[in-house]
């Protein structure tokens, strides 16, 4: 929470993206036979999965069991998680009359969440609990092709070629966006992450132009709440700078930009999160060591730096490395600080 606010730290703090998840087999069994989105529905589901990577691993936050999808879920929308594939719509939306499958969320429509928050802040103690949501051009893209893309080019054909009908999904995204974050918050949530993953594949101009303004009014509507926000996206090396002025007090950087060049690329007065790629997990462990110790060198030119992966941790990394490495992060930074 200093960090993210700028303020000194007696280490650098760190946690890992999808920390939580298929890398641990306590994971895997607890989720034997219980579909992905059914278990965002079971509060004490959802409390056990959250604190399983904070028992393991000496990360300074956790981040809430759920997904980027579950808000849509609850209002509605026909859609699954399939495994290996990501989330699937049954009906894409992609004209004026789609739009009416987005009504507004309310507090009621996800009970489950304002209770499993509260169950984690009781269990956290001190360590702060991460709220997320997805940002709107990651929804926009799952809902608009249906299903994981790789290019986006319906996405991009009607952000190009109907910018008003993208307008009116993007608000609309945007508002249910700002309501999960905000019931989060309201039940304990001590930080946000907003995830806008696949936006890194938008062009800086069309960026400005059809998506920051809906960010800016997220990062703006979650100001009052009083929590520190994060706003993460892949691939954004050339997005750093309008990211960085849609109003987050922390950017995500992913591993392709050396954290010392973000720093130049986004606007003063930001914390930085991130960055070691998260293949390198895979390398052995004098590399990771060496990787680390440079992420941190080249973190300490940012005003605040939380570690983090570049991205989410692979299914397939060894949880002993994820937990030797916050502990070295812990034991370097300190050594530099005291
Ligand atoms: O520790 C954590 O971060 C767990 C909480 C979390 C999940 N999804 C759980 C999950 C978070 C923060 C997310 C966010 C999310 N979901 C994002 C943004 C983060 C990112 O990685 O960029 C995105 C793009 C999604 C959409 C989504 N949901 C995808 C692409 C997948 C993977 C599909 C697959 O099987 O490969 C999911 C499913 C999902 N969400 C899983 C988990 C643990 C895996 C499904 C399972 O365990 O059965």
Known sequence: MRAC???????TPVWFMRQAGR???????LREGVPMLESCTRPEMIVEITMQPVRRYAVDAAIFFSDIMVPLKAIGVDLDIKPG????????IRDAAGLDALRPLEPDDVPYVTEAVEGLVGELGGTPLIGFAGGPFTLASYLIEGGPSKNHERTKAMMYGEPELWSALMERLSDLTIEFLRLQVAAGAGAVQLFDSWVGAVAAQDYRASVLPHTRRIFAAVEPLGVPRIHFGVGTGELLG???EAGADVVGV??????????????????L????????????WETIEERALDVLARGR??????FNLGHGVPPSADPDVLARLADLVHEASAERTS
């Open 5 to 11: 606010r700028r303020l000194p730290v007696p280490h």
């Open 301 to 306: 030119t940012a005003e605040g730096h939380i």
């Open 242 to 244: 309008p990211m960085g």
């Open 254 to 271: 992913d591993w392709r930009v050396p954290l010392d060049e973000a720093v130049g690329r986004v606007e003063p007065g930001k914390a």
């Open 23 to 29: 890398s641990l087999p306590e994971y895997l069994r």
């Open 85 to 92: 594939v990501g989330p699937v719509i049954a009906e894409p």
């Open 273 to 284: 999160q991130g960055n070691l790629d998260p293949a390198i997990l895979f390398a052995p």
